[in-house]
């Protein structure tokens, strides 16, 4: 056992010492043939994993179909066909929407500002800006 420890260690030192490694004539072709099945691998991989995303994607559309939901890209293409379909024939671009309650501040503050300067005017000119 001694023996077989001491001749194995010795081919190992001359490796590390830069004697000359044994060589596999084959290494070559091993080395291919497993770069190949480490090729196939994947592929099979990708595959069973296209195969099963398929399947969820057909559960999914079920589901949408059922409970009436549509997927964002749907969403996302039927507004901007709502879009180009109001400015059809429109030289300029679309406008933009309003929000309830802007714009309407502004002219608020200008009644209010108008209703105290007519407080103090005297009461013969209240009558006329009143009209």
């Not at 589901?63 to 890209?73: A, N, Q, S, T």
């Not at 501040?105 to 209703?115: A, G, K, N, P, T």
Request: glycine residues 8%; proline residues 5%; aromatic residues 4%.
């Amino acid at each position: 056992f001694s023996l077989v420890l001491s001749i194995g260690a010795t081919k190992d030192m001359g490796k590390m010492l830069g004697g000359d490694e044994e060589k596999d004539p084959d290494a070559a072709k091993k080395e291919e043939e497993r770069q190949e099945a480490l090729r196939q691998q994947e592929e099979e991989r990708k595959a069973k994993y296209a195969k099963m995303e398929a399947e969820r994607e057909v559960m999914r559309q079920g589901i949408r179909d059922k409970y009436g939901i549509k997927k964002k890209e749907e969403k996302e293409a039927e507004a901007q066909a709502a879009l180009e379909a109001n400015a059809e024939g429109s030289l300029t671009r679309p406008k933009k929407a309003i929000p309830p309650g802007c714009g309407d501040e502004e002219e608020e503050e200008e009644e209010s500002i108008l209703d105290t300067v007519i407080k103090y005017l005297p009461g013969p000119l209240q009558d006329m800006f009143k009209k």
